[in-house]
Structures are given as structure tokens and as C-alpha cells.
């Protein structure tokens, strides 16, 4: 292990905190809906099941994200952070700068 696996390390952990901070804010949002017809001011329950399916929604892309994440921390206990999957050429460390889950190089996702 080097620095740089360390500090991809580090920075895909605080990604994953973060993710897991969102996860907990989150929750509220996916309960079942419930419309109390008595109250004034409330939401009506085509609101509500909006909001609920946004809320699932958030849930399904931090979970790829997640994903995401696991497989980087993966690729840098193996030794193949940083290069592409397809091609095994190293992936430019400007594309990992803005997002460090990427497998692959430019050139194999344009494909």
C-alpha cells in the first residue's frame, strides 16, 4: 500500500459517511404516507406520495453510490485502483479528482 491508496482510501470512506448521514435524513421522508383528514394545512396525499417516492428514489441512487464506493475500496486493496477495468490502462487522475468510484478510462465509456 502507498500514500495515494491511502488518501483514495480515506476520501472514499468520508464519501461513504457521507452517504450514511443522508441515509439517516432520509428516512423520514419514505414512511408510509398517512393523511389526517381533520387537519388544516396539511399536505394533500398526492403531495405526500410525491415526496415519499422522491424520498425512495434518493434511497436507490445513495445505494448505488454505495455500491460504488465498496467496489473502489475493493480495487485499492487489489492493487487495481486507478485502472480501467477494460483496458488496464490507468484512469486520469484529473476524471478520479471528480469522482474516484469510476472503473474505467474515457475512452472505454464512450466505448
Known sequence: MNSDDDIWRARLKALMQELDAQNLLGKSGQRIVE?????????SRM?????????K???????QSKTRILAALARIETGEFGYCLDCGEPIDEKRLNVD?????CLSCTRG
Open 47 to 55: 403531495d405526500a406520495m410525491l415526496s415519499q417516492s422522491m424520498g
Open 57 to 63: 428514489a434518493q434511497q436507490i441512487r445513495r445505494d
Open 100 to 104: 474516484p468510484t469510476l472503473p474505467k
Open 35 to 43: 393523511l389526517d383528514q381533520q387537519a388544516v394545512g396539511r399536505l
